[in-house]
């Protein structure tokens, strides 16, 4: 039997540090992933140190610099791509993570509990938030109608759960994103996919039933 230190490393990135239960969900997710055949790195792995720092410039620049040394230091990741601060957008801190991995041609594969197109997810914002509904326009040199938010910015990404950025970097790292209402089914989902794409189904299959 394989010795579960071995296996693939894979970075466990998203929003959820910034979650009052972030380290029961880390612990939920390295168990899932040596279910796979992964081995699972939190954010919060070998930063013990920074827990007793203050809280400032400094702090927070070092986080941002462990954070990227753990990067360096898998084989993978697995991005949750919730909405972040009530807003429809994800937390930027994993979208520019989703960058710099996709950067290293790491395999990746996200997970959601939010199903919403990205083009609901921006409507519903601006209507609770600032009480204001997207308008139409059709701009003379197009063939099709585009809409636009409170700030005349347009609602872009047809068709996806994010911004095309976000889950195009992550399917071109050949992944998909999955979606379920408990985010720990969504992000077993995603391991799996994600152990597929390292392994290949066949193996990954053959070892399920080894």
């Known amino acids: 039997m394989a010795d579960p230190l071995n296996y693939p490393k894979v970075y466990l990135g ?7 239960n972030a380290q029961q969900l880390f612990k939920a997710f390295k168990e899932i992933c040596l279910e796979v055949r992964l081995h699972g790195v939190s954010p919060f792995d070998g930063q013990e140190e920074v827990d007793a720092l203050p809280p400032g410039k400094e702090t927070s620049l070092l986080i941002a610099r462990l954070d990227r040394g753990l990067m360096d230091k898998c ?4 991005f949750c791509i919730d909405p972040f601060r009530r807003a429809a957008d994800m937390d930027p801190g994993t979208a520019v993570e989703i960058g ?30 600032w009480h204001t509904p997207l308008t139409q326009e059709r701009p003379h040199t197009a063939a099709r109608v585009r809409w636009l938010d409170a700030d005349s910015m347009i609602v872009h990404s047809e068709g996806l759960l994010q911004n095309a950025m976000v889950e195009g970097f992550i399917r071109q790292a050949g992944g998909d994103i999955a979606i379920a209402e408990d985010i720990l089914d969504a992000f077993r989902a995603a391991a799996v996919t994600l152990a597929d794409l390292i392994y290949g189904a066949t193996q990954q299959e053959a070892a399920s039933h080894g």
């Open 14 to 20: 998203g929003d959820l540090v910034f979650r009052t």
């Open 75 to 78: 084989d993978a990741a697995l």
């Open 100 to 129: 710099y991995m996709a950067a290293q041609n790491k395999p990746m594969a996200g997970y959601t509990t939010d199903g919403r197109s990205y083009h609901a997810k921006v409507q519903t914002y601006f209507e609770q938030a």
